[in-house]
């Protein structure tokens, strides 16, 4: 078959005719369409690199790539579970910003100093972004509408900003 074969004319055709089949099923599943795009472009590109175990013998290409498509639908919730993950422990850190910076004690207060500097740190529109999570607690997408970000650029932010919060405070010993 032209697929496994690896002519890039098979791999369009597939793309142009079950592209869709695989958005909806990642739209239904993550229930963000960003993700869902992200999942969509992943399958595709699995596909390509897995081609050449595709046999037509044991099954039809629409089934083999949605089976690809579970697959990439289950490792980006698996991912954002993680990220929820990262989230709580960097957040597990955070003093409680209702409380008076005069009735905290001090180890919270240096938490809170020492996390405030991270977020610094950070830059713009990243520490922003951060202190909307976490100081406001909004969700992706509120954070999205309140600065006129594009949600997957907002999404990117976090991530990589946990990743580099939780090294910066594992570093510090203020990390659990």
Same mark, same amino acid.
């Given at each position: 078959? #032209?697929?496994?074969?690896?002519?890039?004319? !098979?791999? !369009?055709?597939? =793309?142009? @005719?079950?592209?869709?089949?695989? &958005?909806?099923?990642?739209?239904? !599943?993550?229930?963000?369409?960003?993700?869902?795009?992200?999942?969509?472009?992943?399958?595709?590109? &699995?596909?390509? &690199?897995?081609?050449?175990?595709?046999?037509?013998?044991?099954?039809?290409?629409? #089934?083999? +790539?949605?089976?690809?498509?579970?697959?990439?639908?289950?490792?980006?919730?698996?991912?954002?579970?993680?990220? @929820?993950?990262?989230?709580?422990?960097?957040? #597990?850190?955070?003093?409680?910003?209702? =409380?008076?910076?005069?009735?905290?004690?001090?180890?919270?207060?240096?938490?809170?100093?020492?996390?405030?500097?991270?977020?610094?740190?950070?830059?713009?529109?990243?520490?922003? +972004?951060?202190?909307?999570?976490? =100081?406001?607690?909004?969700? @992706?997408?509120?954070?999205?509408?309140?600065?006129?970000?594009?949600?997957?650029?907002?999404?990117?932010?976090?991530?990589?900003?946990?990743?580099?919060?939780?090294?910066?405070?594992?570093?510090? @010993?203020? !990390?659990?």
């Amino acid at each position: 078959m #032209a697929f496994a074969a690896g002519e890039e004319s !098979a791999i !369009a055709d597939a =793309y142009r @005719h079950l592209a869709p089949l695989v &958005r909806t099923l990642a739209s239904r !599943a993550l229930r963000d369409q960003t993700a869902a795009d992200d999942v969509t472009q992943e399958v595709f590109i &699995r596909a390509w &690199r897995l081609r050449e175990g595709f046999d037509p013998s044991l099954g039809r290409l629409p #089934a083999w +790539i949605v089976g690809i498509t579970r697959r990439a639908i289950a490792d980006a919730q698996s991912s954002t579970a993680r990220e @929820h993950r990262k989230f709580r422990a960097v957040s #597990a850190v955070l003093p409680d910003p209702e =409380y008076a910076e005069g009735s905290q004690s001090p180890e919270t207060l240096a938490d809170r100093l020492l996390l405030d500097g991270e977020l610094e740190r950070l830059g713009e529109p990243k520490g922003s +972004i951060m202190r909307l999570a976490f =100081y406001e607690d909004l969700t @992706h997408e509120q954070i999205s509408r309140r600065l006129d970000l594009p949600l997957g650029t907002v999404k990117s932010h976090i991530h990589r900003s946990l990743q580099h919060l939780r090294r910066r405070l594992e570093v510090d @010993h203020a !990390a659990p």
